[in-house]
């Protein structure tokens, strides 16, 4: 089928390993083999055929041998998303250059890597918007600061790295940014993220969700919109203005911290919430109607 653009074996039970052959299948632009773990494969040389790729689909196949992966993926030019999310990926070499000018979309969560180059790495795809790294075996001190080279993204998951610690930065030039999510375990490890939440937080006008759950924050809410805080160590008090302006506020969320909500008792805020989280804060003997 030398004219094939797409394959989509996805959700199929077809199991062993990935032939080779589809690597003569050069037209193709559109590659999906997602299973659950029915298949594997053990190198990446068979994908350097399919030049025109553009969506590679490769979540739950064991890639665990395939130590080749990025090398080869490296050279896929047309390449936009990269799925590779449960795929037993443990080791990484870092590239002596980055080719990835075209990639849009690159998961790599649920994976279980040995180290935490592959942060340095990727946090180098200043193109990129979309980047989860969530529920890996990352280990050490993540450089937060590096987060700015990334002034396309609007959406990054590193949560669930147990190991992993590192500052909040003080400043942060994630301007598309409309998700990020930090969170970290829930298995008291010793490892966190921590220091002050910057002030410069209020100046993300996209931001949809900050999560920051279960970690060592301490310092001032910047009330723009919508945070996930609660398990921290904030230490404030909140005033009917801090609310003033998230009239699509759904979710709030502060409990296990140490703030204070200090409202009147006919209070009507702007917004509707669909959940409200409050323990272990201070909110007087009137609860707001």
């Known amino acids: 089928m030398g004219n094939l653009r797409y394959l989509n074996f996805s959700k ?13 299948l050069s037209n193709l632009q559109f590659l999906d083999l997602s299973s659950k773990y029915l298949l594997y494969v053990d190198n990446f040389l068979w994908l350097s055929g399919i030049s025109l790729l553009e969506h590679l689909d490769l979540r739950y196949v064991n890639l665990s041998i395939a130590f080749d992966w990025l090398m080869v993926a490296n050279k896929l030019l047309s390449l936009v998303e990269l799925r590779l999310s449960n795929c037993q990926l443990q080791h990484f070499s ?14 790599l969560s649920h994976n279980q890597f040995d180290n935490s180059f592959i942060l340095s790495w990727v946090f180098a795809l200043s193109h990129l918007p979309f980047l989860d790294l ?8 993540i450089d937060l600061e590096a987060l700015g080279n990334l002034t396309s993204i609007n959406r990054l998951d590193l949560s669930l790295n147990t190991g992993l610690t590192g500052r909040i930065p003080r400043s942060m030039a994630l301007c598309n940014l409309k998700s990020i999510n930090l969170q970290e375990s829930l298995d008291m490890r010793s490892s966190s993220i921590y220091g002050h939440l910057t002030d410069q937080l209020g100046q993300f006008r996209n931001l949809v969700t900050f999560n920051l759950v279960n970690n060592s924050i301490v310092g001032f809410i910047p009330w723009s919109f919508e945070l996930h805080i609660y398990d921290n160590k904030l230490n404030v008090t909140l005033f009917e203005l801090h609310f003033a302006n998230l009239i699509e506020m759904s979710w709030f969320r502060v409990g296990g911290n140490q703030l204070t909500l200090e409202v009147k008792h006919d209070w009507i805020p702007h917004f509707q919430l669909v959940a409200l989280g409050l323990h272990s804060c201070y909110i007087g003997s009137r609860f707001p109607l």
């Open 134 to 141: 969530g529920f890996n075996n990352f280990q050490g001190t």
């Open 12 to 24: 199929t039970r077809i199991c062993g390993i990935i032939p080779q052959q589809l690597g003569n």
């Open 94 to 107: 870092p590239l002596a250059t980055v080719n990835f000018s075209s990639l849009t979309m690159l998961d």
